[in-house]
């Protein structure tokens, strides 16, 4: 069974940061595209951040371009997303997802989380 497990959410001050880890399991996705998106509240899921299978290429929203490092390790199957200097405009349910067709297209990937609550006090 394939499962994608989110962590290192949790509840953080405006300007601190956050780590958050994806761990793949069921299979390998060192040859996908992966990516992270994030749902505040009583919006619609968006696009934070994609990296090719070899880290080559790095996508971000504009709101988080500067701020937030996606990045992945294949030997561990992880993928990671580095938050710094957090707004409390980011605050959401982040969610990381696997093998799209498109890197920005949340309804073109396969493979979903379950999520991390993150939270940003102001």
């Known amino acids: 069974q394939v499962q994608l497990v989110e962590s290192g959410g949790g509840l953080v001050q405006a300007g601190g940061s956050l780590r958050l880890s994806c761990a793949a399991s069921g299979r390998t996705f060192s040859g996908d595209t992966m990516g992270w998106f994030r749902q505040p509240p009583g919006k619609e899921r968006e696009f934070v951040a994609a990296?090719?299978?070899?880290?080559?290429?790095?996508y971000y929203a504009d709101s988080v371009k500067g701020r937030f490092t996606i990045s992945r390790d294949n030997a561990k199957n992880t993928l990671y997303l580095q938050m710094d200097s957090l707004k409390p405009e980011d605050t959401a349910v982040y969610y990381c997802a696997a093998d799209p067709r498109s890197a920005y297209t949340r309804s073109s990937y396969n493979y979903w989380g379950q999520g991390t609550q993150v939270t940003v006090s102001s």
């Open positions: 990296i090719t299978w070899n880290g080559g290429y790095t």
